[in-house]
């Protein structure tokens, strides 16, 4: 719910600067605040809203997600720059807010990237699970969820809130909305269903 907060909050910016940039025609502004919105509904429809799918398709909607945020701060900080340049001040009230909306959008860049982190570190053996079928012991999560082998071990992570495409290869959870931990039975439920299913295959 955070996450959802802070990406509602910018995107209402968006729109104000929008009207901003209408009314004082500036063009150039009007739309780079409109492809900035543009994306962020997108994320937000094919991600959320538009849950239905085959497993297994990307997940599209943390990189429109990683646009909204880079153009926020290229705008903002584009701004605050020429700013600098005017007024030779830094900490102005006027760039207070940009500042502010500066931080926001490195937060969300900061949870796309703990996101494909996560993968990162196994992407041969890592994707989604419903961890509600799969029943392992000790694993405390009965909803949807991420998972990475790790040696002997499976490290998932387990939403608390919102998550992006939970029917893609790699649903997008943003931090802090979830809860990580490892499990060995989990990866051992893993290895016997892979088993199963190569048994299966040579049949």
Known sequence: MFFLIIVAFLTSVHLVCLFISIYR?????????????????ASFYFG??????HPGQPNYSVYMLLVFSL?????????????????????????????????L??????????????????????????FSAIKA???????????R???DEMVYRCPQGLMYGVFSNKPFIPWPGYFEARSRNLKR???????ESRATIKK
Request: glycine content about 6%; overall charge negative; aromatic content about 18%.
């Open 137 to 147: 012991e000790e694993v405390e999560c009965s909803t949807y969820g991420i998972l």
């Open 25 to 41: 025609k500036m063009f150039k502004f009007f739309l780079l605040h409109d492809i900035a919105i543009i994306f962020q509904i």
């Open 48 to 53: 959320v809203v538009k849950i239905s799918g």
């Open 105 to 130: 959008s490195l937060y969300i860049v900061f949870t796309v990237a703990d996101h494909f982190w996560f993968f990162a570190q196994n992407s041969d053996e890592s994707g989604s699970a419903n």
């Open 149 to 151: 082998v790790d040696g």
């Open 189 to 195: 439920v893993y290895d016997e269903i892979l088993e």
């Open 71 to 103: 153009l926020t701060l290229f705008i903002f900080g584009y701004a605050i720059l020429k700013s600098v340049k005017e007024t030779s001040k830094l900490f102005t009230w006027r760039n207070g807010d940009r500042l502010l909306f500066i931080g």
